[in-house]
């Protein structure tokens, strides 16, 4: 059976981005300020790394989701003009 990706709906991304972008953030934050900082950040004190590692992660997931929203709505856009994703399921 196929099936034709035709719009996604933006309000359904919202929830599960933020969570994943801010556990990837959190991650990466940890290899960026406490395993592996730089001379930048080696240099800071433990409440302002600390400090800066939270910011980062919320600096991260907020450009991460916005970046997938445009993605989405530039897709919703160029869908009716093209094919669209076409996805191929498989009942059990």
Known sequence: MDYEVRKVRIASLWKPLLIIFAITGAIVGLF??????GAGVAELGGGVRALSYFIFIVLYTAAM????VLFALIYNWICPKTKGIVVELKQR
């Open 65 to 68: 989701t916005l970046m997938m």
């Open 32 to 37: 960026t300020f406490v395993f592996f900082p």
